[in-house]
């Protein structure tokens, strides 16, 4: 049957039609922002984010526990069994989303207490010398001294021909480089000293390796870090010397002398241990089934406190979770926030949670991480298709306001990096790191002096902002539209 308009009766239905296409606009715009948008909502919700953390945010007092009453915490050890623990509990007295242990099996290494190192000049008396071995080293079985021999790099080493280094210690000596801004840049440039040495040193003989400091401070720590190991080459002791022992050893050795290091070391790799990613998750009001994941590493060196690396990304996730409750946030996608372990000798958590999510077929629409200290937000690094990349740079004015408008991409993090490989429900991530200032993150890294009264109270929290801040906007992207 049809239906007859009078034309009052037409103009009404039209004012009506007009009326409700103008209401369905103003709702989409204010729940759906056009892609890569910053609305005024988006303006009024970041500046409550900064508001909450700056004036009520907790992240510096879990941080404190974390650091002062667990301390440092590497895999495998009963302080990262603590830190598990105090993780989850955490997270559930935040009082929203489902907290839940995901196991991860992690390798166990111990330094085995303090090494001895000592230093020979000319035949001279032994001078005690700082040393930490590197994680993942072999002991070594004892005292063992050699002559040292300095490298810039591999291909010097390479360059001593047939008579090696037979009953001597690879000393490799590279600086960071100082000429670039980016100090997580200089640190990649100088790594394989650090991750190879011990290789590349037994491939041609040598008893031990040595190595510089990551750092571009001047000064008395000696910094420790990753190492791994070649099936086909015999396993050799590691360990790295502060700048200031480098500095001095490579002068004596360039002027001369017979310099002679002695080092014993007593570490120990044991069976692998079950340890466990922990998860919170909220569940999203609109897309239930794609997973948004923000997140840092619970594990840390064996020394300092792991209080940059990676307390700060820990108690910063964490906050992002307590903030977003706290102001009413209902996120539209699944929030999960997972605090990842073994980042700094394995990475097998961030392997085995993105396994899980492939096995699941579970569309991650984006990953953050803040792994790269407490320091001062300066802005994000982004690894994302162009599309993705371009709708985060499309909020560079909104997040200049609050100093966090560096957005470049690069690496976003290695404990999300494998859901990026694995692509769990065949699509890329938008993966973002936060991206603080660097210049002094590497003065503390993996040392003594990572501890918590080295990270500044409004620095870590204006991290935890940003953090924030860059979850809320991703959480109202379109991912539809992002193909
Ligand atoms: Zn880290």
């Known amino acids: 049957m049809r239906y007859k308009f009078e034309r009052m009766e037409f103009l009404c239905v039209r004012a009506l039609l007009l009326l409700f296409m103008a209401a ?68 559930q007295e935040v009082g929203v989303g489902d907290v839940r242990m995901q196991p991860v099996v992690v390798p166990h290494w111990e330094r085995g207490g303090p090494e001895r190192a000592w230093l020979r000049v000319d035949g001279g008396e032994m001078e005690p010398l700082r040393v930490a071995a590197l994680g993942g080293s072999v002991g070594t079985q004892g005292d063992l001294e050699g002559e040292v021999v300095v490298f810039r790099d591999f291909a010097e080493l390479d360059s001593l021909g047939e008579a090696g280094l037979a009953g001597r210690l690879a000393f490799f000596n590279r600086p960071m480089d100082p000429l670039m801004i980016n100090a997580g840049s200089a640190y990649g440039g100088a790594y394989e000293q650090r991750s190879k040495g011990a290789v590349e ?8 390796a040595l190595v510089r400091s990551l750092t571009h401070a001047m000064d008395t720590f000696p910094h420790t870090g990753g190492m791994r190991y070649d099936e086909e080459v015999v396993q050799v002791p590691a360990a790295a010397l502060s700048t200031v022992d480098a500095r001095r050893i490579a002068g004596l050795v360039q002027e001369g002398h017979e310099v002679r290091v002695g080092l014993n070391m007593g570490c120990m790799l044991h069976d692998d ?211």
């Open 273 to 483: 241990k079950s340890q466990a990613n922990v998860i919170a998750e909220w569940t999203g009001s609109e897309y239930p089934d794609r997973y948004i994941v923000v997140g840092g590493h619970l594990d840390s060196w064996d020394i300092g406190e792991g209080a940059h690396d990676d307390g700060a990304g820990i108690v910063q996730s964490i906050e992002v979770l307590r903030t977003l409750h706290a102001l009413g946030y209902r996120p539209r996608h699944t929030l999960r926030v997972v605090l990842f372990i073994n980042e700094e000798n394995g990475n097998n958590g961030g392997k085995t949670y993105a396994l899980r999510a492939r096995e699941k077929g579970e569309w991650h629409v984006a990953a953050v991480e803040s792994d790269a200290g407490g320091d001062a937000p300066r802005g994000y690094s982004i690894d994302a298709t162009d599309a993705g990349t371009a709708a985060v740079r499309a909020w560079k004015e909104g997040l200049s306001q609050y100093g966090v408008g560096d957005l470049r991409r690069g690496g976003a993090g290695v404990d999300i990096g494998p859901l990026k490989k694995e692509e769990p429900a065949g699509k890329r991530p938008l993966m973002v790191g936060l991206r603080p200032n660097s210049q002094r993150y590497f003065d503390y890294h993996h040392s003594d002096r990572d501890v918590f009264e080295n990270v500044h109270e409004r620095e870590l929290k204006l991290g935890a902002a940003a953090l924030t801040s860059m979850v809320y906007l991703l959480d109202r992207l379109n991912y539809d539209d992002l193909d």
């Open 201 to 208: 040193a037994a491939r041609h003989g040598g008893m031990a």
């Open 24 to 91: 369905a606009f103003a709702m989409s715009a204010q729940d759906v922002p056009p892609l890569g948008g910053w609305s005024e909502e988006d303006s009024s919700m970041v500046a409550r984010i900064h508001e909450q953390v700056l004036g009520k945010g907790e992240c510096y007092e879990d941080l404190r526990v974390l650091c002062k009453d667990i301390g440092p915490r590497l895999s495998g050890s009963p302080e990262a069994d603590a830190a598990i623990l105090w993780g989850g509990k955490t997270l």
